[in-house]
């Protein structure tokens, strides 16, 4: 029984099991407390964030960095998750995530580290996870297969032609496409010469193939040592806990690897040590002089030039963040409105670039004309010499103030548990030699800020002064967009296939390809996959905890019952609104507007003022508020028919909704009540200047992102013509949406505002519904409020929908044909050097064991067959498999897919191939198992309330159980059945799509993408 108290400060200096505890501080702003120690012989630093929370989080991490875009530390990252001492499996990593119950698990590269997090809600779970990852970190293989594998290979074809492969090789050939990503790059490269920001720690694919093996086992030998590494934690299993594992696991191995056979001359020191060759490769170099650049990008994405000025603004601090809330946080900030209004550019290009320790700002605009460029830094030095004069209104300060507030309160999951950002700003500080606490107190450095703020009339002066004007370098960047850039990238890699292939012995390369491929079709036998534990389906919690909602009635405008959800949620003093009125009850004709019309509601200005008094107005007041629209319908399904049978009086189900939502301190509640029925009932469609600024801005926003949604604007085509709810879908959000946008023109922006105010009162008249999410304490003081707010915003009874059907709805869906009938195919053509293979087909119905049985079964293939046939062996980045069961839709992709017409048959293919498959007992349960994971992963109390409301709106919610049980259910012979069944169903009908560069050659039906 150890009693070693790691929170008391009188044991600072002390040791437990040779790590000594180096300093224990309160981490206030996140309600934890932090504890740092050194293992004295090894170097392994440890910070522990002690929280009184389940989800429990470690993170491996190294400083990494190069001189050089090899992309070493990217395929390091890959590599050690291929095969180590104690786990000589395959991918430890595909198998650890197939059969794990995680939360969150991966591996990071960034430009100066290197970062392997896991976080589950079970104890066994984390210490299998934490077990894998320590063992690949420290003790992987990095066999030469591997390296080729991961990195880079030629690899010959049937026909004896030679190409380029490798993992990370194609993972970066698609980061290489378009132009907003290769021109940050250049930003970078400007900004920090010949340092390590220069480079592409992901790897230039130009430069990848130079890599050799001797280098890449090198790299893992000066970076992957414990005197290297921090070993993050967070949560609630005790620090002794951990320690103890570390220590019984990995402390002895560790130190006759490292030949730790004493006591470490710093083993004291209380901050992170970092080795001096490090600390050197982690110099930043600055310019020392002004320059003026001109590069040029891949035309993918861009509407015209990128056109920044940079200066250097020292190490982060939250001056930084607040000055950029004052004059850019919003479009009616004064910087971001000066530039939209300028009509020299598409969308401003603004910020601080904080991801190094000594920063800089851009100041910006892009979608620039060619030859405007000059007067882009004309206006924005005129801008900041004029905020500067005349400082800034007390509407920006609030506003930025109020922001501030309450984004620094608010929790998310943007990607993955919250604790991954308190890890991220942990190891920002660790990664400097910083405390790693030196970051992990920004409310307390904003309310030092206020008093500052609220002392000094001229404090925002100062700061413009300090960060925009004192710098006297300046970096001036041009960046155009080159029609011709990806077609030389393409020479340029044909010309090194060449040269690569001139000095290859084609024999001994085939002998190498030969024994690749052995190795990676080999399957590992239950003896060799026993190394990894896992858990076991009667070891699982059998309830699940679903969030609740409250039907209650308000009384309306009109005197009817209005139905108003109540979400309780710990928001920690915030408070979250929706208010919904159905567009359902207008002509199919219309609804292709509605995604914008959601965009620019509250962003066109309300009661006769100007749109900018607007926005500024009610950033005072609210954290935010924004247009919403919600689309869906209720399954075909007995369960949920029968409890939309139930709510049938209230005539809120299945409905597509257009509306308005808030969130907001509860402190403001009353007055965001009244300023949010005034935007609903006085919003006017005037501005049609206004309009077209925001017209220009779609449209070069839906460009830039349209490699990036192209799986999803493919799957959205295959189910183009599948159901009312998919079609509407398309319309909505897929590329019948970017035609949409693409015929919205500025001249036309007064015929579009007559559009838009149509489509908003008939809504409204239409009636509506509200949702509040709040903790109890805030909700004592919002819901006597409702009532005269459901007034104020003039809502009334629903009225029902006009229930079109999917006939009414594909006049309007952009070439609709092309998805009917039983086998079809269709290309949608770019220029893109990476590309999406997607198909559709159908499976069993929702809720139903047998929709079990097949999501078990996708959930293997994804960790199996679909992994090694696409990913290791096909080139792809990844590919997945999943059912939409509501609506009896089998739904497969590969992305980022160096071939994908090839690939978009062998997703429907294999799972003929596949039909005959029994899994083992073992492999059934391994895999409800990770699926069980996948439905337990906690949501944010805000998404909690969301999920709720929208599952409710659509006769979905409280199912969690029931899938659950049918979940652990699913016995072996389910499985083969499931196996067959897909493969009957997919044989019998598909539709794919695949989305690709215009140079290939096309695949089926044809249509090309607008914009
Ligand atoms: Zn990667």
Redesign the pocket.
């Known amino acids: 029984m150890n009693t070693f108290d790691f929170l008391n400060k009188e044991n600072i200096g002390k040791e437990y099991k040779n790590f000594i505890l180096l300093s224990i501080e309160d981490v206030p702003d996140y309600k934890c407390k932090s504890v740092f120690l050194r293992h004295k012989r090894t170097g392994l630093e440890v910070f522990h964030l002690i929280k009184n929370d389940h989800e429990n989080l470690f993170a491996f991490a190294f400083r990494t960095a190069a001189k050089n875009s090899k992309g070493t530390a ?1 395929i390091i ?2 590599s050690t998750l291929c095969n180590s001492e104690k786990f000589p499996l395959k991918e430890p990593f595909t198998t650890l995530a197939g059969q794990s119950i995680n939360t969150f698990l991966n ?1 990071m ?1 960034y430009p100066d580290k290197t970062v392997y997090p896991g976080a589950s809600l079970v104890r066994k779970d984390y210490f299998t996870m934490m077990d894998v990852y320590a063992d690949c970190v420290f003790f992987p293989k990095l066999t030469h297969d591997t390296f080729i594998q991961e990195g880079h290979r030629l690899e010959l074809d049937a026909e004896g032609n030679l190409s380029i492969q490798g ?2 090789y194609n ?2 050939k698609a980061n290489f496409t378009t132009f907003y990503q290769i021109a940050n790059d250049e930003i970078l490269e400007a900004m920090y010469p010949d340092s390590y920001p220069a480079f592409s720690s ?1 790897g230039d694919p130009a430069v990848i193939p130079s890599l050799t093996y001797e280098d890449f086992v090198a790299f893992h030998k000066t970076f992957y040592s414990p005197d290297n590494c921090c070993l993050l934690l967070y949560g609630d299993i005790p620090t002794a806990d951990q320690l103890d594992f570390i220590d019984e696991k990995y402390i002895g191995r560790l130190e006759k690897k490292f030949n730790c056979t004493s006591d470490l001359p710093y083993a004291a020191q209380t901050l992170p040590y970092v080795k001096p060759e490090v600390k050197e490769l982690l110099k930043l170099k600055k310019l020392d002089k002004s320059i003026c650049l001109e590069k040029t990008a891949p035309d993918q994405g861009a509407t015209g030039n990128l056109v920044i000025s940079a200066k250097y603004t020292g190490q982060p601090n939250i001056e930084k963040y607040f000055l950029g809330e004052v004059i850019s946080g919003n479009d009616s900030s004064p910087l971001s409105k000066a530039i939209k209004e300028s009509g020299l550019c598409d969308m401003p290009y603004t910020g601080n670039y904080g991801q190094f320790k000594e920063e800089f700002w851009v100041l910006g605009m892009a979608g620039v004309k060619e030859g405007k460029e000059k007067k882009v830094f004309a206006l924005i030095q005129k801008e900041i010499e004029r905020l500067y004069k005349e400082g800034v209104s007390q509407e920006d300060i609030d506003s930025a103030v109020m922001g501030i507030d309450f984004n620094l309160r608010e929790e998310n999951r943007w990607w993955g548990p919250y604790s991954i950002q308190l890890m991220e700003k942990a190891l920002k500080g660790w990664v400097w030699g910083d405390s790693c606490t030196s970051q992990l107190c920004p409310i307390t450095k904003f309310e030092a800020l206020k008093k500052e703020l609220y002392a000094d009339k001229d404090y925002i002066k100062k700061l413009i002064k300090k960060y925009f004007l004192d710098p006297e370098v300046e970096c001036r960047l041009i960046v155009r967009p080159s029609k011709s850039y990806l077609e030389e990238r393409s020479k340029a890699e044909a010309k090194l296939i060449e040269e690569l292939g001139k000095n290859v012995d084609k024999e001994l390369l085939k002998k190498d390809l030969d024994r690749l491929h052995e190795y990676q079709a080999h399957v590992e036998t239950p003896e060799e996959l026993a190394c990894i534990p896992h858990s076991k389906v009667e070891e699982l919690e059998k309830t699940v905890d679903e969030p609740k909602l409250e039907l209650k009635t308000v009384k309306g405008a009109d005197g009817s019952d209005i139905p108003l959800f109540v979400s309780h949620e710990e928001t920690n003093g915030l408070f979250y609104v929706d208010v919904l009125f159905p567009f359902d009850r207008l002509s199919p004709e219309h609804f292709k507007h509605v995604p914008f019309l959601s965009n620019v509601i509250t962003n066109i200005g309300w009661e006769g003022k100007s749109w900018d008094e607007c926005i500024s107005e009610s950033a005072c007041i609210m954290g935010d508020v924004w247009g919403r629209m919600l689309a869906g319908s209720v399954y075909d399904v007995p369960e949920c028919k029968e409890l939309a049978k139930k709510y049938e009086q209230y005539n809120f189900l299945g409905r597509k909704w257009l509306g308005v939502s808030c969130k907001a301190l509860t402190d403001k509640a009353k007055e965001s009540f009244d300023l949010l029925a005034r935007i609903i009932t006085k919003m006017d469609f005037k501005d049609s200047k206004r309009l077209q600024t925001l017209i220009q801005e779609l449209r070069a926003s839906k460009k830039a992102s349209l490699v990036d949604n192209g799986r999803d604007l493919a799957l959205k085509r295959c189910t183009a013509a599948w159901s009312e709810g998919y079609a509407l879908a398309e319309i909505l959000w897929g590329v019948t949406q970017l035609y949409t946008v693409s015929e919205y023109k500025e001249k036309n922006a007064k015929k579009l505002l007559k559009e838009f105010e149509y489509i908003y009162r008939e809504s409204l008249k239409a009636g509506g519904v509200i949702h509040i999410t709040a903790d109890d304490e805030s909700l004592k003081k919002l819901l006597p409020l409702i009532e005269e707010f459901t007034k104020n915003a003039g809502i009334t009874k629903l009225l029902p929908s006009l229930n079109y059907k999917l006939e009414d709805f594909l006049p309007y869906v952009v070439s609709a044909q092309n998805a009917i009938g039983d086998q079809t195919k269709e290309c949608l053509m770019t220029s893109s050097q990476t590309g999406f293979a997607t198909a559709v087909s159908k499976c069993s119905p929702y809720l139903t064991k047998d929709a079990a049985a097949e999501i078990v079964y996708n959930s293997w293939l994804n960790t199996h067959t679909f992994w090694e046939r696409f990913r290791t062996t096909g080139g792809c ?1 990844g590919a997945g498999i999943y059912s939409d069961a509501g609506e009896r839709c089998l739904k497969l992709s590969t992305w980022r897919d160096p071939d994908p017409q090839k690939h978009a048959d062998l997703l429907i293919s294999i799972l003929s191939e596949l039909s005959q498959t029994t899994l083992s007992h073992e492999d059934v349960e391994k895999s409800i198992v990770s699926c069980y994971g996948d439905a337990i992963v906690p949501l944010t109390p805000c998404d909690r309330g969301r999920q709720a409301f929208e599952t409710f709106l659509y006769a979905n919610n409280g199912f969690k159980q029931l899938k659950l049980d049918n979940l652990l259910a699913v016995k072996d012979e389910d499985v083969s059945a499931a196996a067959k069944r897909l493969a009957q169903m997919t044989s019998e009908m598909s539709h794919k799509v695949v989305f690709c560069d215009k140079s290939k050659n096309s695949y089926g039906k044809k249509l090309d993408l607008p914009l």
């Open positions: 990217h990252e890959h591996a590269t993992v990370v993972e970066m992901g980045y």
